[in-house]
C-alpha cells in the first residue's frame, strides 16, 4: 500500500511569502505528526495530531505557523511571512493511533528553501 | 525535559568489523526507546524498538538504565548499512518523538 506522501517535494520561496505544505497519511492512521529537520540536526516535532483535532502543538516555534486536519486525514503545514531561518525539510509521520508504542512512517519530506 | 545525545557524528569501518552507535539519554521514567535509520535518497524509518527486544538486520540494542544508554550494536558491519541513524524517544511517555542529532555510519568495502 501507499505509504505517507507529501507535496511538494522542493519549496523555494523568498522571504516574508506565505507556503503551504501537505501530507497524505497512511489510510487509516489517525495520528500526524510533523516535525522539522535542520541541516545536521535530527527531527524536531511541531505539532501532533489525533483524528482533526490538533491534540500538541507545543513544537510550533511561533504564530506564524499553523497546521490544519479538516477532515481528520490530508494535514497542511501553512508558514506566514516566511523568514531564512525557516529554511529546512518539513517531515510528516503517521501512525495507528497515538500511543507512543505505536511505529510512525514518515514521509519523504519537503525541502523548504527561503531566499 | 528529555534528552538524546548521539555523541558520535560519523564512524566509518570496513565491511566485516563490529560496530556500535552510542545514544544517551535522559528521563526520570522507565523509557520506551527507538532506532530510525535513513538510507540514501530513502525515507526515516524504524529500525528497532527497545520493547520489541527483536533483532534486525542483524543489528539490537540493549536498554542499560544505570548508564541511561541504549546503544546499536552489529557484530559484523555491510556495506547496505551505511546510513545515517538516529535515536529517539517518546517525549514525557507521549507520542512525539525526541530525536539525537544523529550518526552517520559508512561502511567501506
Known amino acids: 500500500g501507499a505509504g505517507v506522501s507529501q507535496t511538494p517535494s522542493n519549496k523555494v520561496t523568498e522571504k516574508g511569502k506565505y507556503v503551504e505544505l501537505r501530507c497524505d497519511p497512511i489510510?487509516?492512521?489517525?495520528?500526524l505528526y510533523w516535525y522539522r529537520q535542520s541541516l545536521g540536526q535530527g527531527p524536531e516535532f511541531l505539532i501532533y495530531?489525533?483524528?482533526?483535532?490538533?491534540?500538541?502543538d507545543s513544537g510550533l516555534p511561533n504564530d506564524r505557523f499553523f497546521a490544519v486536519r479538516p477532515e481528520g486525514s490530508v494535514s497542511t503545514l501553512k508558514i506566514q511571512r516566511t523568514e531564512r531561518g525557516d529554511s529546512a525539510v518539513y517531515l510528516c509521520a503517521s501512525s495507528l493511533s497515538g500511543d507512543s508504542y505505536n511505529e510512525q512512517f514518515f514521509g519523504p519530506g519537503t525541502r523548504l528553501t527561503v531566499l | 525535559a528529555q534528552r538524546v545525545t548521539q555523541p558520535e557524528k560519523l564512524l566509518s569501518v570496513f565491511k566485516g568489523a563490529p560496530v556500535e552507535l552510542k545514544c544517551n539519554y535522559s528521563?526520570?521514567?522507565?523509557?520506551?526507546l527507538f532506532w530510525y535509520v535513513q538510507y540514501s535518497r530513502q525515507r526515516l524509518q524504524l529500525l528497532l524498538r527497545?520493547?520489541s527486544r527483536e533483532s534486525i538486520k542483524g543489528f539490537t540494542a540493549d536498554l542499560n538504565k544505570g548508564e541511561t544508554s541504549f546503544h546499536l550494536k552489529k557484530p559484523f558491519a555491510q556495506e547496505e548499512d551505511s546510513a545515517m541513524y538516529y535515536c529517539a524517544l517518546p517525549q514525557g511517555g507521549s507520542e512525539k518523538l525526541v530525536f539525537g542529532k544523529g550518526m552517520k555510519l559508512t561502511v567501506n568495502p
Open positions: 495530531f489525533q483524528g482533526t483535532g490538533a491534540a500538541d
Open positions: 528521563y526520570s521514567g522507565s523509557p520506551e
Open positions: 527497545h520493547i
Open positions: 489510510s487509516g492512521h489517525t495520528a
